[in-house]
């Protein structure tokens, strides 16, 4: 089984700011880990993923993250927000075998203040 | 090309009645899920399908759910005896190929509706 943790659930911070929302999970197996992006009365979208090879990975709107295999880590950072970003942000994973399910954690709600 | 279509957006249900939600999935998509997302919640699995077969229904919460895919296209999650704790936003996702070991099949979400049970 597994599950994960999204360490904050509300994020405030000014425009042109760095952010970075936290995701650690657990797992008894090897996963593809997952970020969705979620914006206000839309349906979730897939901001970026790991499956394998270099462990950074980046979006086309200039957010990435990097899978921590010691730290079962899989942290998102984007060096300069824009209002834009506002939106909740779910991290996911999924095992590489057996069940296709997405396990989501609970969601950081990112809020851009001018 | 049209994405993944949820109907309707809103139910409002009085406790005890039933409900039917329809998901629409991207026309080709193999795989089918469905989610429940409660209030200020990530999204939690209920069941899953490859095209009309329901592979996996471990997430759902009692045998109120039920959910059908009879043509391998659309689906329908019914709710039977809706109670408030039911209350909460389902959300359909497709995806283009079996998941299989190695392939992650990125799933595509749709809307969501929004069950309200008074």
């Known amino acids: 089984a597994q599950s994960v943790t999204q360490l904050d659930s509300q994020v405030p911070v000014f425009e042109e700011a760095p952010v970075e929302l936290r995701c650690n999970y657990s797992s008894s197996v090897s996963v593809y880990l997952f970020w969705y992006v979620q914006y206000p009365n839309q349906g979730l979208q897939l901001l970026l993923k790991y499956l394998s090879g270099s462990t950074l990975v980046e979006s086309i709107n200039g957010f990435e993250a990097e899978f921590n295999k010691s730290q079962t880590s899989f942290h998102l950072r984007k060096p300069s927000v824009h209002i834009s970003d506002t939106a909740e942000y779910f991290c996911?994973?999924?095992?590489?075998?057996?069940?296709?399910?997405?396990?989501f954690g609970q969601g950081t709600r990112l809020t851009i203040n001018p | 090309g049209a994405g993944v279509s949820q109907s309707p957006r809103y139910k409002v249900a009085k406790r005890g009645q039933d409900v039917a939600l329809r998901c629409d999935p991207i026309s080709g998509h193999v795989s089918l899920f469905w989610y429940q997302q409660a209030l200020g919640q990530g999204p939690e699995f209920l069941t899953y399908f490859q095209n009309e077969a329901q592979l996996d229904k471990s997430g759902l919460p009692s045998d109120r759910f039920f959910a059908e895919r009879p043509e391998g296209s659309v689906s329908t999650l019914k709710i039977q005896r809706t109670q408030q704790e039911d209350s909460a936003v389902y959300l359909c996702a497709s995806s283009l190929t079996r998941i299989e070991r190695g392939n992650s099949a990125e799933q595509f979400f749709g809307p969501g509706t929004r069950l309200t049970v008074l």
């Open positions: 996911a994973v999924r095992s590489i075998q057996g069940a296709q399910k997405l396990v």
